[in-house]
């Protein structure tokens, strides 16, 4: 009887083997039908992808829908969740005539919860013929300058606004890699509008609210085709002048409340000045954006090391030329290099304008006061002065 219970009790509390090698590696497809290629002028589906393992039915992000787009957007697609596989239909069945890209994401995950290591994609053909070509780029966040992983991008010969059911031509999808590349096989010829942006709440069609970019492009048979796109968020308004900083005595920061175009610099077409009451003005040597002044200050400390007191740098770097120029990241910040130094405890005003925000709208600008505050060094000096008197 003891043991009777002891089995029974030893089989009712099932789990892993001990032992054995630990599965680190995601699922990996095997096959798929239809085969990659095939014409098939009567299909009417479904689309099947096998793996090499059991899969999860939850993704690693979002859900196993959003692990399958079909290309090009013809109807809902319906994703059925298999032991090894995933069953896909489209919602109305599969259109005659059309060559279809099937793409599986690296969401899908094993029962260890390993994703799969790399998307997959297969195209087949309801009848035409499958013309061989490229159309492919890059996306990247147009403030970090970073790739937009995830971004998806739509390819139509429709001019497409935010509505992307509007018109009748076919609308291809692709999505962004961790790399931000995307890529369009097989299209059929024609010029395209080529339509990219960050599907924030997984609609399939960019919203007024989420970073989008466009271009277009004229694709043909046996062609390879490439276009690069920054995504932005829409923004109507122009730049405005939030504050004035003091670096110090021969640099003003001057912040706005919008990121700036970093292609209007050095700034040919923006006006600044710098006056003192009734006085007079202080003559502006140069307007620099904020990837040039850091620049600039990393030559000076490389040619003169980092003992010369900051003032010391300012003035070095105001006085050196920049050669070349990279791609700069976007930033609210602007630099002011003067030919006089401002004094401490006097009110200054600052006048900007002519410049133009990332998304290209303005030019604006603004106006802001500053007073230069007393060095913190001198008061350091002044203390200690006193206390070395005051010891004796």
Request: net charge negative.
């Amino acid at each position: 009887m003891v043991l009777a219970v002891a089995a029974f009790t030893s089989c009712a509390r099932p789990g892993a083997p001990i032992g054995g090698p630990i599965d680190n590696v995601g699922p990996q497809v095997v096959g798929n039908t239809p085969n990659a290629f095939a014409v098939l002028g009567d299909f009417q589906g479904p689309v099947e992808v096998f793996f090499d393992e059991r899969i999860s039915e939850t993704a690693s992000s979002g859900s196993l829908q959003d692990a399958v787009r079909i290309s090009p957007m013809l109807g809902e697609i319906a994703v059925k969740h298999r032991s090894q596989s995933l069953e896909i239909e489209i919602l109305g069945g599969f259109t005659q005539g059309v060559v279809y890209r099937v793409t599986i994401l690296p969401i899908v995950r094993d029962l260890f919860q390993n994703p799969m290591p790399y998307p997959f994609e297969f195209l087949f053909s309801t009848g035409p013929e499958m013309i061989a070509n490229v159309a492919a780029g890059t996306v990247t966040d147009g403030i970090t300058l970073k790739p937009s992983f995830g971004a998806t991008v739509i390819a139509s010969t429709d001019t497409l606004g935010s509505n992307l059911e509007s018109g009748d031509g076919l609308k291809h999808i692709a999505v962004a890699d961790s790399s931000g590349v995307y890529a369009f096989r097989y299209l059929p010829t024609g010029t395209y509008s080529i339509t990219a942006f960050m599907d924030e709440n997984r609609s399939n069609r960019p919203e007024s609210t989420e970073p989008i970019a466009s271009t277009r492009l004229l694709v043909q048979a046996n062609d390879t085709v490439f276009t690069d796109m920054k995504v932005l968020r829409p923004d109507s308004t122009p730049p405005v002048l939030n504050a004035v900083g003091v670096v110090d005595s021969l640099t003003l920061l001057v912040e706005f409340d919008d990121y700036l175009d970093p292609e209007q610099f050095p700034a040919e077409d923006v006006v600044a000045t710098l006056s003192k009451g009734a006085s007079g003005a202080i003559e502006i040597k140069e307007i620099l954006d904020e990837h040039e002044f850091d620049v600039r200050r990393e030559l000076a400390r490389d040619a003169v090391g980092d003992s010369l007191p900051t003032i010391a740098l300012d003035s070095i770097a105001s006085t050196m030329e920049l050669v070349g120029r990279s791609a700069s990241v976007p930033s609210r910040n602007v630099y002011l290099l003067l030919a006089e130094p401002i004094k401490p405890e006097i009110a200054y005003e600052v006048t900007i304008s002519g410049l133009v925000n990332v998304n290209g709208v303005g030019p604006s600008g603004g106006t802001g006061s500053v007073i230069r505050d007393v060095p913190e060094r001198l008061l350091d000096n002044v203390s200690l002065d006193r206390q070395d008197h005051y010891e004796r």
